[in-house]
């Protein structure tokens, strides 16, 4: 395992003085954050008492207490002679992230999936017209309808990744290819790296297989910091695999630009360590497009028993043409979806023929239909960001390059708190600590700009009561905005 150093820690911990007494508690809580934030990594061992004491210029019976604090909290463990090592405290988990209904009258800023456009009927009426050739035999492609496969592997090879069919699996959303590549990486008990914050469906399908998820912080405002503690974290922690999302991280919308891939990919590999790389997102980008997927970087695939593996990208139609669709796909090497396969059958034998069918007449037209999409999620996005910055100015409001969330900063921890209110007032929301694990974020929360702009405004009026209410501050004035006025898509 890695250690941190007790200058490193001591900088990180920061001053103490504008902390309550007493100062072995404050020091506690900060590193209790610290580690909730995957800033110090799971498992890294802590400097002796004695150094830390130094660096912070405390006493050495403040450390020895922190220490013991932590400890007692279960947010560090002592070895004996090997010294003191960040760990999570058990739970709290959270269940499944199950939608709520769609069409239950409340306003839901909880799912960032947009409507589906008009191209979407149009492709299923196209796909009936081709049923009939597929009639006369089973039905069954368990890796996916040929047709599609192809389709799927030609926008790769666009896209700067020379792809054949062979390479693509077909899956029921983006959703079942992760959990198809994390049943072919993970075991009970093996690590997964993965950004904090991150998806949290996956975090969830992780944790199904028994593995335990390695956190690293990202701040979408320091990209580099997260590669320099991701390199540390891969090589000291040797997980079974990662889980990552370099394309308008869902929740963050931080991208990677080319060299941090060339340095991530080259990680990656030095660890032998494969990647599940979920490009959702990859092509909403609304002020630059992203750069070629991960897989394009770097060559020569790290082995996972007799198998060579490297990356598996994860894509999905789910938010450039609609999520009711179900269609996806991993792409990894030919013999890797062969194994892929294996695994996605044990739970699903085939996808369905119309829906793949219609998945092929929309990768036809998708480019056109992504212009249109992203010019509306341009306005969309404007339209909450703005509205957000003028009625709650104390939140932080980053304005991300692409994907279809804002990942705004509260003034205080009151993310749940905030939730609860709006969910009394007609508006569901996801809570910052939903995307982690569960003991940081409650000053984040995660606002999809994916509704029309009267929807969106309307929601930011129930917003502002829900945070007063959460805050106990007087209730502001002006039209609070009542979801069920509007339509709900
Ligand atoms: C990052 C990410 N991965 C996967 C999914 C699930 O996609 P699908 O509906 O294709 O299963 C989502 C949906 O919100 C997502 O944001």
Redesign the pocket.
């Given at each position: 395992m890695d250690s941190t150093s007790a200058r490193g820690l001591a900088a990180l911990v920061g001053d103490l003085g504008t902390e309550r007494p007493p100062r072995y508690a404050a020091l506690a809580g900060r590193i209790r954050r610290l580690v909730a934030e995957g800033r110090v990594p799971l498992g890294t061992r802590l400097p002796a008492e004695r150094e830390l004491a130094q660096a912070l210029a405390v006493s050495r019976a403040t450390v020895t207490a922190a220490y013991t604090r932590l400890r007692e909290d279960g947010w560090a463990t002592a070895r004996q002679g090997a010294g003191t090592f960040a760990v999570l405290p058990r739970g709290p988990h959270h269940g499944a992230w199950v939608p709520g209904p769609a069409d239950d009258g409340s306003i839901d800023l909880a799912?960032?999936?947009p409507a589906a456009p008009a191209s979407v009927p149009a492709a299923l009426a196209t796909a009936l017209e081709e049923l009939p050739r597929f009639l006369g035999a089973h039905g069954y492609h368990p890796a996916g309808l040929p047709d599609l496969r192809a389709r799927v592997a030609d926008r790769y090879t666009a896209r700067g990744l020379p792809t054949t069919p062979e390479q693509v699996l077909v899956t029921?959303?983006?959703?079942?290819?992760?959990s198809t590549a994390f049943g072919l990486l993970l075991r009970r008990g093996t690590r997964l790296l993965v950004e904090q914050p991150s998806?949290p469906?996956?975090l969830q399908a992780a944790r199904a297989s028994g593995a335990r998820v390695l956190p690293v912080a990202l701040d979408p405002d320091d990209p580099a910091a997260w590669l320099d503690a991701t390199e540390r974290a891969l090589a000291a922690a040797r997980p079974a695999a990662a889980y990552l999302?370099p394309d308008f991280?869902?929740p963050t919308g931080a991208l990677l630009d080319v060299a941090g891939r060339e340095r991530l990919a080259a990680a990656l590999r030095r660890a032998g360590v494969p990647a599940v790389v979920?490009e959702?997102?990859a092509e909403l980008g609304l002020d630059t497009a992203a750069p070629p997927p991960l897989a394009a970087f770097g060559n020569g695939a790290p082995s996972v028993g007799t198998l060579s593996v490297g990356v598996l990208s994860?894509g999905?139609?789910?938010?450039v043409a609609w999520?009711g669709l179900?269609?996806?796909w991993v792409r990894a090497e030919a013999d890797v979806v062969r194994r892929l396969t294996a695994v996605a059958v044990q739970t699903s034998l085939s996808g369905p023929v119309v829906e793949q069918l219609a998945a092929c007449a929309l990768l036809d037209g998708l480019d056109a239909s992504l212009a249109e999409l992203r010019a509306g999620l341009r306005e969309r996005r404007a339209v909450l960001t703005a509205e957000l910055r003028r009625r709650l100015p104390g939140w932080l409001v980053p304005e991300p390059p692409g994907g279809?969330v804002l990942w705004c900063g509260l003034p205080t921890p009151r993310s749940r708190a905030v939730v609860a209110a709006a969910e009394r007032l007609g508006l569901r929301l996801a809570a910052g600590p939903l995307f982690g694990t569960g003991h940081a974020l409650d000053d984040r929360l995660r606002l999809p700009y994916t509704q029309p702009p009267d929807v969106l405004r309307r929601a930011v009026g129930l917003l502002v009561r829900a945070d007063a209410e959460a805050t106990g501050a007087a209730v502001p004035d002006g039209p609070a905005g009542d979801p069920r006025a509007v339509s709900v898509v």
């Amino acid at each position: 395992m890695d250690s941190t150093s007790a200058r490193g820690l001591a900088a990180l911990v920061g001053d103490l003085g504008t902390e309550r007494p007493p100062r072995y508690a404050a020091l506690a809580g900060r590193i209790r954050r610290l580690v909730a934030e995957g800033r110090v990594p799971l498992g890294t061992r802590l400097p002796a008492e004695r150094e830390l004491a130094q660096a912070l210029a405390v006493s050495r019976a403040t450390v020895t207490a922190a220490y013991t604090r932590l400890r007692e909290d279960g947010w560090a463990t002592a070895r004996q002679g090997a010294g003191t090592f960040a760990v999570l405290p058990r739970g709290p988990h959270h269940g499944a992230w199950v939608p709520g209904p769609a069409d239950d009258g409340s306003i839901d800023l909880a799912h960032a999936a947009p409507a589906a456009p008009a191209s979407v009927p149009a492709a299923l009426a196209t796909a009936l017209e081709e049923l009939p050739r597929f009639l006369g035999a089973h039905g069954y492609h368990p890796a996916g309808l040929p047709d599609l496969r192809a389709r799927v592997a030609d926008r790769y090879t666009a896209r700067g990744l020379p792809t054949t069919p062979e390479q693509v699996l077909v899956t029921g959303g983006a959703l079942h290819g992760v959990s198809t590549a994390f049943g072919l990486l993970l075991r009970r008990g093996t690590r997964l790296l993965v950004e904090q914050p991150s998806y949290p469906n996956a975090l969830q399908a992780a944790r199904a297989s028994g593995a335990r998820v390695l956190p690293v912080a990202l701040d979408p405002d320091d990209p580099a910091a997260w590669l320099d503690a991701t390199e540390r974290a891969l090589a000291a922690a040797r997980p079974a695999a990662a889980y990552l999302m370099p394309d308008f991280q869902n929740p963050t919308g931080a991208l990677l630009d080319v060299a941090g891939r060339e340095r991530l990919a080259a990680a990656l590999r030095r660890a032998g360590v494969p990647a599940v790389v979920d490009e959702t997102l990859a092509e909403l980008g609304l002020d630059t497009a992203a750069p070629p997927p991960l897989a394009a970087f770097g060559n020569g695939a790290p082995s996972v028993g007799t198998l060579s593996v490297g990356v598996l990208s994860v894509g999905t139609l789910s938010k450039v043409a609609w999520g009711g669709l179900r269609v996806g796909w991993v792409r990894a090497e030919a013999d890797v979806v062969r194994r892929l396969t294996a695994v996605a059958v044990q739970t699903s034998l085939s996808g369905p023929v119309v829906e793949q069918l219609a998945a092929c007449a929309l990768l036809d037209g998708l480019d056109a239909s992504l212009a249109e999409l992203r010019a509306g999620l341009r306005e969309r996005r404007a339209v909450l960001t703005a509205e957000l910055r003028r009625r709650l100015p104390g939140w932080l409001v980053p304005e991300p390059p692409g994907g279809l969330v804002l990942w705004c900063g509260l003034p205080t921890p009151r993310s749940r708190a905030v939730v609860a209110a709006a969910e009394r007032l007609g508006l569901r929301l996801a809570a910052g600590p939903l995307f982690g694990t569960g003991h940081a974020l409650d000053d984040r929360l995660r606002l999809p700009y994916t509704q029309p702009p009267d929807v969106l405004r309307r929601a930011v009026g129930l917003l502002v009561r829900a945070d007063a209410e959460a805050t106990g501050a007087a209730v502001p004035d002006g039209p609070a905005g009542d979801p069920r006025a509007v339509s709900v898509v």
